[in-house]
């Protein structure tokens, strides 16, 4: 497992010293679970050992997420936590043990205090039948029904009781889930987050005849539940909340709540039970309303804390803005399904350095395609990922167990994650719906089934639709490098709202083509790309890391204005590498430059040219780049489009590899020698120069990207160079935000040659040969 280095604002949360609330709110992927875990590890080194520290999450999923987590990640972060906290004064020197921890998720612990409640009431006459568990939802549906038929014979002219079934059980299970205990109260009650002027037809006016009826209604329902010894979550939770308010809990010291925005005002107000009534407990709750996907969200549906009756004032409550977690491209796709769909995001997200490949559409024409698709993209990445390191997301948990299914037939391990026990150790691929992948991530995610009507299940319902769009945004940004969006027939409005840059749409003939080639033969194509990669990052790190020194400018220009073709290219390195001093570390990376460059003239020879494929005639190709690269210098214009000439030319047959070399240096010596140009901007020091720098950083990298999709011309999954998404980690910040400050900047870099970076790894390897 990584080792993570937390921000300065990410372990100043973690260690939060003060007694009380404390709410963490963050963007998808700005590591508010992971706060939450440094803050368990931080309690727990200070608290007594008769202290006990809960952990609550909604899903039973993310709660097995985190035990597997804390199991596996007693040392995942890089710093020590500091002592001296005020908090933890009370604790004395010879109880050094650690306190308990609970891990749970929230409606199980609901249920263990249900279960106390029905032990107490067996006896009771109206409550002697309550059931052990939740009924089917064909037992609800008739009760409901027939109290459905008490009121409508009671309000034979009603209005509201006409509405379908959806309808008003949503309705009443929203009054029980928040708690509105009299009529009095619904009647005032405003219903947050629904927007009046569209949703008219959906609203229930306040002080109504209409809401008199379903108050009613709710009652008659939940009575009729208990009466005929059935049960279901909403009054589930009543039930628990009236046992414990009766019969006080066993009390934990301090309590954390991921994904809080989800939980429902029962639900916060069942937990409040659980606090410790003393000045050093802490209560920290993690966030996210953009993520909030349950109609009945408390906190996610726009209340406030106060409205639980929790005061979390000034430096309480925080924000966590920076996506650690996917890419750039993925980010901005999720912020496009946002922004496209006419919902606004509370917090900007800040990318952090990320970059990679664009989403991957995949629209197929039938259902069997979209199954081929799924598996071909699996056994794909076979070797590049575990499949532990895949998950399948769609909406429904039938769809769920259909996928499952048909995964597992085409021979790839694959377990169907749900409320039973679910073990994160076991190598198969995670099959799940999107709710369930809350709080989860990883390295590749395919979302499944996203088809019209199955996602938004009713767009005509908007209160349905933005909740549809809320768990698509969840699904995308739970992939930390690869999204693969999959539909068949006709896809959601929800994508065919969005632009299609967004995507790489992918074109699922030439797929096939490149899934059906060699297992062998795909990894050496991957290892032509990054060798090339490393080459070019190898330029830049020099560059970057004799910055100060003059003469290395000078060397560093000979080396590339010198370059013709390879062998110029290694001949010149060597010349520089033999007047180097023995220590010199110049040295060490023009040795692995010179390796890289004999190694990659070894394998890129025959290799490239077979896949690359450029469907341009030489004028028309130039026009296009043009249009494409604005900015690129006519000569650059020329030798790009030669290269693609030269290249489809020679498809076939053998290649004069030198000439495309030298059109490939002739590029990079001209866009490179533009960004040293722009480094008296760069020493500069001001807002100006990081622009142009990020200008000149485009420039250098369009220039790759461009590259990087000729060799790899058939092969729409441009995803597997890790290589290459290294390299683009630190562009970002400073191509996109334009308004990256110099020390940002410089922060970026130092990140660059940090430990186990690219310089350490060419050493490590060069200490091994
Ligand atoms: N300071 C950091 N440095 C490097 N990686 C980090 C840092 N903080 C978090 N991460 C990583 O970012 C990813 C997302 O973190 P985490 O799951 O805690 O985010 P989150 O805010 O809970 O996300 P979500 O709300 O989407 O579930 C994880 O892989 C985590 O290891």
Redesign the pocket.
Known sequence: M?K????QE?LSLAKFNSSGPFAIK????????????KRLQYLRTKATSEDKILVVTYHKVLTDYLKYLGDEGED?FEEEVLDNQELFQHKKEEDKKPCGVDIINIDKLVHQYYSKYRDLKKNHKHYKSLPRFTSPYRDLHETFMQSLEILKDRYPDSKVLKRDYNFLKKEIDFINNCRIVSEKSYQIFSRVGRNRNEEQKYTIPKKSQARRELFELRREYNNNLIIQGKMDFPVMRLLAIRYISENPPMCYQHIII??CQDLDRSRMDFLKFFLKDNNTTTATF?Y?NA?SIYEGSWLGNGHAFSSLGINILGNRSRI?K????TTYEIQSAAQSLIKHNNYKQEIEPVM?NKGGVKPFLAECKTQADHDKYIIDTIKNQERNLDLKDIIVACRTNQEAERLTLVISDSGIDCTHFRSSQNNFKNNTVRVMTINCT????SEMVILANLNKDVIPVNSKDPIQALQDLRILY?GM??A?NILHLVSYEESSPFIQNMPLDSFKLVDLEQYQEFVLLEKDMKQEVRSLISQLMDELALFEQIRNEYRPESNFQECFENLMTGVINIERITDKAEEIHVKLDQNSSLKNLISSFIETCLLKKHLAREEMMKFSRCPFKMESRKKNLEKRYPYFSEESIQSLASIGHLTQQNQKESIDYSSFISGFSKILEIELHNIFEERSYFDNANFEGTKQFGSGTYKLYDILKYIYHHVSGTLNDINESLEYINFRKQRNKATHAHCVRLEEYEVIEKEMLRPNGIIDMLHDQLEKE
């Open positions: 990584k993570i280095s937390l921000d990410q963050g963007i998808a992927g700005s590591g508010k679970t992971t706060v939450g875990l995942i991921d994904e993690l996210d993520q966590l920076y996506n650690y977690r952090i809350k709080g989860l991530e969840v940004t739970r930390s």
